[in-house]
């Protein structure tokens, strides 16, 4: 059962980090041919900056933030401090990373929560991007996706820290 939950976890984590990185590469694109379209403007030879450039690469870099939580989560490299871990005992260590994880699984569900929430308001209310007027919610629900599997990861690395902490792996 563990070792599934690993795999799924790891599944997870390393899908969305992919489709994050994804999403960069085709943000480059298309800022790059934005700029390029710029530079064609005093040519007056009809190809311009892409429309709305702002408003994709605002949404772009939202949900590839969030795609990329689960791996970092998964391979516990968010920003701590360890500066005296040397010097507390291994057992206290470990329940200090099961409270860290069981802090990021409660932040990770209060966030997807929230991110939810807002999401559903700005379905109700219509609102859009300025000048693409792409709807505002599509941003929300690429950076869901990231989300929920922040929690699902955040989760598997409850259970991962707890047994840690009882002795059944390193």
């Avoid at 800022?31 to 450039?53: A, E, H, K, N």
Wanted: net charge positive.
């Amino acid at each position: 059962m563990y070792a599934q939950s690993q795999h799924i976890a790891q599944v997870i984590a390393r899908t969305l980090a992919l489709a994050g990185g994804g999403a960069l590469i085709v943000l480059i694109v298309l800022t790059c041919l934005s700029i390029i379209g710029r530079v064609f403007v005093p040519l007056d030879i009809g190809i311009g900056p892409i429309r709305g450039i702002y408003d994709i690469t605002e949404i772009g870099i939202s949900a590839a933030v969030f795609a990329f939580l689960p791996l970092a989560q998964l391979r516990e490299t968010h920003a701590r401090v360890d500066l005296f871990q040397w010097a507390i005992p291994r057992r206290i260590n470990q329940g200090l990373d099961l409270l860290f994880n069981l802090a990021m699984a409660f932040v990770a569900t209060v966030g997807s929560q929230r991110l939810y929430l807002g999401m559903q308001d700005k379905i109700t209310y219509g609102e859009t991007t300025l000048i693409a007027q792409i709807p505002v919610w599509q941003g929300y629900a690429l950076a869901l996706i990231g989300a929920l599997g922040f929690v699902l990861v955040a989760i598997f690395c409850v259970i991962r820290a707890a047994r840690r902490l009882a002795g059944f792996e390193e």
